[in-house]
């Protein structure tokens, strides 16, 4: 039997529950795993000695809320990333330019210990600390992606327009982003990507 969604949608509580690694009320998750991640990271051969000990578990996963659809519909999920590195470089979220670039997104902190990659496709980078309790509020028209510089899980709530839809490739066609996130003793810094040739649209 079929029945027409509800008109207005139906309001949503989520209980997003970071130390599980999990949202609870939503109605979407994808995963990620270490094979899916071929050519993210700079360093190859400690990729493949990465995917060698590789346990089968995801490297992060996205669990979301999309109670309608439309302009001016929201997304709302829980993304988490392990901590973990390959080579120097931390784990990440392989990143995105929105389709409608101009789609802005919001990323809250709720546990572990990350930082917010952002270029624009004119050539500026952002490096921006998220931790528990602060926000990164991005506009429209920054490539982003996460990065877990910590030693556990990172947890964000995050928040964008559902039509803003995800272009992947951007990144892969300009040789990966403009900055890397490495280990630098206990912390991290960046460190200007070789093999970047510059974002172009297409
Ligand atoms: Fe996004």
Excluded at 92 to 112: C, F, I, P, Q, V
Excluded at 162 to 183: H, P, S
Aim: net charge negative; proline share 5%; glycine share 14%.
């Amino acid at each position: 039997m079929s029945s027409s969604p509800a008109f207005p949608a139906l309001p949503v509580q989520l209980e997003p529950l970071a130390h599980h690694g999990m949202m609870r009320g939503g109605n979407g998750r994808y995963e990620k795993f270490l094979g899916d991640l071929a050519g993210l990271y700079r360093d190859g051969a400690a990729f493949e000695a990465a995917l060698s000990r590789d346990d089968g578990t995801p490297v992060y996963w996205v669990e979301s809320s999309t109670p309608e659809e439309g302009e001016g519909a929201l997304t709302v999920g829980l993304s988490v990333l392990e901590a973990g590195s390959v080579g120097d470089e931390y784990f990440m979220t392989r990143g995105h330019l929105h389709r409608k670039a101009d789609r802005g997104e919001l990323y809250y902190g709720l546990s572990g210990n990350g930082v917010m990659l952002l270029e624009s496709v004119e050539g500026d980078s952002h490096a921006v600390e998220i931790n528990p309790g602060q926000a990164v509020h991005i506009p429209g028209h920054w490539v982003h992606r996460s990065v877990n510089v910590g030693k556990t899980r990172l947890a964000t709530l995050f928040c964008y327009a559902t039509d803003a839809g995800q272009d992947y490739e951007i990144i892969e066609r300009a040789g990966g982003m403009k900055q890397l996130v490495v280990r630098d003793g206990e912390g991290w810094t960046t460190r200007p990507n070789p093999g970047h040739r510059g974002y172009r649209h297409v």
